[in-house]
């Protein structure tokens, strides 16, 4: 017999850690040039277009929609296999463990929206380039600033929460001290990664 | 699929450890088992038992041997167990240890990893193997794990929620099978057996409050009393010097807390009074449980020194280090905190007697074959091996020894046995119909009774009158007590006329066996005129109890010229009374001497 | 004097297809009661508040001391023992339910038939040539015996699946009791030998892959076995299983 589930569980949560983990520093990254101006983002933006073409496609395809179509669907899948029941069980990693799943969802949805219209419909179709005064522009809308700012938390907290959940799945943390430290660090990375958000957001709005 | 009809197919009713290891040894033998169990196997009451397994392993450096085991069983048992079938119980405690070692119980081991031993009652070594305190519940655990591997091979058919009701018997009066009926659905089936072996354990229940669990009710016993089976010393009931009191329950406080350096005392004049050690000097605490459960009742009643003037002693590990006690009896200090709210590593326990094991039950031969023929009984519910008195961690050991001579003799009658003419289908049919016809009586009675107040008034007649001391008024009293009891049973009314689970009209079908057992017991009890382990009777003249020229009362001495002899009680269909003989047995290795805890054994 | 009475609401069904409902009792208060005694006291005398005579409830309870596992039950929304939920120490009006991720069968009564199933997938037992006697049995480090010992005190009570998220109708996931106790097999020196049939039987649909890290087994268990522990024990073991299924053959 083929332990096809066991692989596929195992190769979901690399994907999403190693993966997509990946994707989310290089947004953060990228997107953290903002604080410093529009020239600074823009010349991010604009060093990533050194990439050829052809590769460049060939790791948006194979380094991010693959994986996170994957990633998404069986995460799907495995969310819907859950009954929450964080209201009689209001234990910290329970609570996490329902986080986990809500934020599944919204991301979902946001990134159908972010993905669609950022990078399909706007670059894709009209082929207009993703600047700083763009994002800007975009961005003078509340309701689409909120959306993005939760869905950039979703996104943190989803890797960050992870990253315990992974090392227990990989037997890495055994003990429950081992499990506590790397939840509190990995917590901490979470408010870190959110502060930067947040302040990279604001600035548009400044 | 093509079945084998050549295999043979035993019918184990009960799944604690005497009925599981019947049931691997009936499979290894190449039978079929149908396992019938109350709950599922792994919540059999065998779970309960705490403090160990005795069993001579010899490797504490006290020389101790299997004639040492041998002698102390016997002793203890105030010499009324039959001594070769105890003989051969001893002699095989040692591999079954092993046996169990190997199919993963994780006893408690010494620093080296060998079994580690512990002193218990009515012993002088340390000859008790033990797994915590928890060691049914590991034994029990080890041996469901093998039965269900059995289970997957296909060679048992668990039956669980099924409740025994009767034995089938064919023209000849040979059990052929049993009637059973399924608690969750009421479905009432018969089934077809080579032999039927029953391991249903003791009749605790009886008593209303005791160390039992609510499954022992000793109804199955008394259901094949009422067909034919033969009681043998029913009368021998184990009261338990240290139990939690409780309305619901007494729990169990293992005599491994006395084994591993617990002392009971009570106040006296403002000191802590260490009675156990001042009145038995040579075993002190670690007398056997009759000797401690009447010297606790002996301070509390009739001297008044229980703590507040209740009946209560105090069990006291306080001075023993906690990470010992956490290692070697962490189990059930957990449970006295939870239950009662103290830390007994800090405060000592307050505990007093409950009764808590039936020497007697169903008489059966060595090879635990009743007086039916194709009927066998194993474990708590036979009368075999403890006589008078069990020393604790015996009943372990005649639990799993039991079912390893069950077994194998279940296949035995099953290939080579007489057993008379086939059942037809109708005969069968006949049979389930009569119970059928009986529980649809039972689900409609309409009277003004109710079923679980009458089984706690019967638990305070037993409790009065047929507990650690008894005498004959009583147990008259009790007797004429207890038939009303069963008059009244007739008016019983029931709430529940449900067709799914309906526990209500099980309990009242029960109910009636349990009566007819305790009447059983007090009957038994009246009859036997002496004093002998945990039967002790007060001395009567011109109908007054006698006391002595210092006040205390005067106990029947043992007559062994009368009543050196089983008891066997047998059912009256007529008067539905029991009737009381006595029957030899097999005490020609040890020579009967008295039984004195007070001084060092002589032999 | 009026008598002190503690107050249970009791969701019932009358059979396994039937709609729950609820009903109110009064039981009268003792010390030290439990909610078992007090289900044993509504046996007594079935009458609601309202003065209605109805069934006695329906559970299902054996030893009363924490070891059967039997009296499991959702009180006040979580999954424990219904022996030694003293009633001093608990909020009332006390609310007792059947744990629904089983099938129930009738108020509080439920069939945990998968737990035992679930014990046959994942192979618990010693594989023992007999039970008669060989030789002596191998001599057992005393440390393993102890984690061992803790292990097999699990009582398929069913606390750990009922709250569990990802155990219920909706998947098909085992639960944290039966694949713990895959591990208590593994550590002794004669199951070990059956170690990779254990661990492959895991890697199966619904076995510890179906684990979503919730922890609530650690928090429920009555018997404080480090459910959480072994689960990742169990994961490291099955991963170096799995490199060793591609790599050695």
Sequence with gaps: MFHTTFYIRRLHSICGLAVLGMVLFEHIFTNSMAIFGPAALNGALEMMELIPKPIFLGLELGGIAIPLLFHAIYGVYIALQANNNASNYGYCRNRNFTLQRWTAWYLVIFLIWHVGYLRLYTKGITGTPISYELLQNYFQNPVVVVLYVLGMFAAIFHFCNGITTFCMTWGITKGPRSQNVVSVLSMGLCAILCLITLTFMGSYLI | ?603 | ?249
């Design chain 2, 1 to 603: 699929m093509a079945k084998d009809m050549t295999k043979k197919k035993i019918i184990i009713v009960g799944g604690g450890i005497s009925g599981l290891l019947a049931a691997i040894k009936v499979c290894e033998l190449g039978g079929e088992v149908l396992l019938f169990s109350y709950c599922p196997v792994k919540r059999s009451h065998s779970l309960c038992a705490q403090g160990g397994i005795n069993a001579c392993m010899d490797t504490k450096g006290e020389h101790d041997s299997v004639y040492e085991h041998f002698d102390d069983t016997v002793y203890g048992g105030d010499f009324l167990a039959d001594q070769i079938a105890v003989k051969g119980m001893v002699e095989a405690a040692p591999k079954l240890i092993k046996m169990f070692d190997r199919m993963g119980v994780p006893f408690t081991r010494t620093p080296e990893g060998v079994l580690d031993l512990r002193n218990f009652g009515g012993q002088k070594n340390k000859r008790t193997c033990f797994a915590g305190s928890t060691t049914g519940q590991q034994i029990l655990y080890a041996l469901d794990e093998q039965v269900r591997r059995w289970e997957v091979k296909g060679s048992v058919k668990k039956y669980e929620f099924w409740e025994f009701i009767k034995i089938v018997k064919n023209k000849e009066g040979i059990c052929r099978g049993i009637i059973a009926q399924s608690m969750n659905t009421m479905k009432i089936e018969a089934f077809r057996a080579d032999t039927v072996i029953l391991a249903t354990g003791g009749p605790g229940q009886v008593f209303g409050r005791c160390t039992a669990s609510t499954i022992c009710n000793g109804s199955a016993v008394s259901a094949v009393y009422q067909q034919g089976a033969e009681i043998a010393n029913p009368e021998f009931i184990q009261i338990h010097p240290t139990a939690i009191p409780g309305s619901d329950k007494n729990r169990l406080m293992s005599e491994a807390c006395r084994g591993e350096g617990g002392r009971v005392w009570v106040y006296k004049d403002g000191k802590p009074w260490y009675f156990l050690e001042e009145m038995y000097p040579a075993y002190g605490n670690l007398v056997p449980r009759d000797i401690a459960s009447r010297a606790i009742y002996k301070v509390c009643v009739h001297m008044g020194l229980g703590i507040n003037g209740e009946n209560r002693v105090y069990l006291d590990l306080s001075h023993i280090p906690a990470d010992y006690l956490e290692r070697k009896l962490g189990g059930i200090l957990e449970m006295y905190s939870e239950f009662v709210g103290k830390d007994p590593r800090k405060v000592p326990m307050e505990i007093f007697p409950s009764v808590h094991y039936s020497m007697g039950g169903i008489w059966v031969d060595r090879k635990h074959n009743t007086n039916i023929p194709g009927l066998m009984a194993s474990g708590e519910c036979d009368y075999q091996y403890h006589g008078a008195n069990r020393l604790g961690a015996n009943s372990l050991l005649s639990a799993a020894y039991s079912g390893t001579i069950s077994g194998p003799e279940a296949m035995n009658w099953a290939k080579n046995g007489n057993k008379g003419s086939e059942i037809s289908d109708a005969e069968l049919e006949a049979a389930r119909a009569e119970v059928q016809e009986e529980y649809d009586r039972i689900v409609n009675m309409s009277g003004e009774e109710n079923a679980h107040k009458l089984h706690h008034e019967m638990g305070d007649i037993m409790y009065k009158y047929v507990a650690i001391e008894r005498d004959n008024n009583g147990l008259d009293q009790g007797l004429i007590e207890l038939k009303k009891l069963l008059k009244r049973w007739d008016n019983i009314g029931l709430t529940d006329h449900s067709k799914t689970a309906n526990q209500e009209a099980m309990f009242v079908r029960q109910l009636r066996n349990m009566i007819l057992y305790a009447m059983a017991i007090t009957k038994s009890a009246r009859m036997r005129d002496e004093s002998r382990g945990a039967h002790a009777k007060i001395k009567l003249e011109n109908g007054q109890q006698v006391h002595d020229a210092d006040g205390e009362l005067v106990f029947m001495p043992r007559d062994d010229k009368n009543f050196m002899f089983t008891s066997i009680v047998n059912y009256d269909p007529k008067t539905e009374e029991p009737v009381v003989t006595y029957r030899e047995f097999d005490h020609s290795l040890i020579k009967p001497r008295p039984r004195s805890y007070a001084v060092a054994k002589k032999e």
């Design chain 3, 1 to 249: 004097m009026a008598e002190k009475k503690v107050r249970f609401v009791i969701e019932r069904q009358d059979s396994p297809e039937s709609q729950p409902y609820t009903q109110e009792f009064d039981v009268d208060y003792r010390p030290g009661l439990n909610v078992v005694a007090a289900l044993m006291e509504i046996q007594k005398n079935p009458v609601t508040v309202d003065g209605k005579k109805v069934a006695p409830v329906v559970w299902e309870c054996n030893c009363l001391e924490k070891v059967c596992g039997a009296c499991m039950m959702v009180i006040n929304g979580r999954a424990r023992q219904a022996c030694c939920a003293l009633v001093d120490e608990i909020e009332q009006p006390i609310h007792l339910a059947p744990a629904r991720t089983f099938p129930v069968i009738r108020d509080l009564l439920i069939d945990r038939t998968r737990m035992f199933e679930a014990l046959k997938k994942i192979q618990g037992w010693v594989e023992l040539d007999g039970s008669w006697d060989v030789k002596d049995a191998p001599i057992q480090n005393p440390y393993t015996a102890q984690t061992a010992y803790e292990i097999s005190h699990c009582m398929t009570c069913g606390c750990c699946l009922e709250a569990c998220p990802n155990v219920g109708p909706q998947s098909d996931f085992i639960g944290p009791a039966p694949t713990v106790q895959a591990y208590l097999f593994n550590l002794h020196p004669l199951g070990k030998f059956d170690k990779p049939k254990r661990l492959n039987a895991l890697m199966e649909k619904g076995g510890i892959t179906s684990c979503g890290n919730s922890q609530n087994c650690v928090e429920v268990c009555p018997k404080f076995i480090k459910l959480t522990t072994y689960l990742a024990q169990l994961n490291r073991d099955v991963n170096i299983q799995a490199l060793k299924n591609i790599f050695n053959n």
